[in-house]
């Protein structure tokens, strides 16, 4: 009896895993190719009219809009983690706001530990802040 429970167990196990992998893959799938516009970091609003942006190329690349410079990374992700490498970007300086809240995207970013979709939201988790910081996809003009 114990052997036909542990046999059940572990064909449960393996239906869940698989459709967890699936509705990833499909995560994966919805990221790519969308520009995402960040609207809070640690639950703030962003600064009005800076724009921070990101884009999922493939799946071990991002780009995009710090709010005053381009960047880029690797990512690596898995089922339960999601690692940003070094952030390559330009060296453009401007006004004070805008800097801070792009330093603060960076570093939110380049602590990101895990990514996920919350209704129409991408959250990325953070171990710089404790709310994970929030995008809404970029509508771009007249869409």
């Known amino acids: 009896m114990q052997r036909k429970f542990m046999q059940l167990m572990f064909v449960l196990s393996l239906i869940v895993a698989c459709s967890q992998t699936e509705r990833l893959q499909m995560r994966v799938e919805e990221f790519k190719s969308t520009d995402w516009v960040l609207e809070e970091i640690d639950g703030s609003a ?7 942006t990101i884009r999922f190329q493939g799946n071990e690349r991002i780009v995009g809009w710090g709010g005053c410079n381009r960047y880029f990374a690797t990512v690596r992700s898995g089922h339960s983690f999601f690692k940003v490498g070094p ?15 792009e330093d ?8 990101a530990r895990s990514i ?27 869409s």
């Open 46 to 52: 962003v600064v009005d009219r800076v724009q921070s």
């Open 87 to 101: 952030i390559g970007s330009t060296r453009r300086i401007c006004p004070p706001v805008v800097m801070q809240q």
């Open 104 to 111: 603060r995207f960076f570093n939110a970013l380049q602590k």
């Open 116 to 142: 996920r979709m919350e209704d129409a939201h991408l959250l990325i988790d953070s171990e710089a802040t404790q709310e994970p910081l929030k995008f809404g996809r970029l509508k771009k003009p007249g």
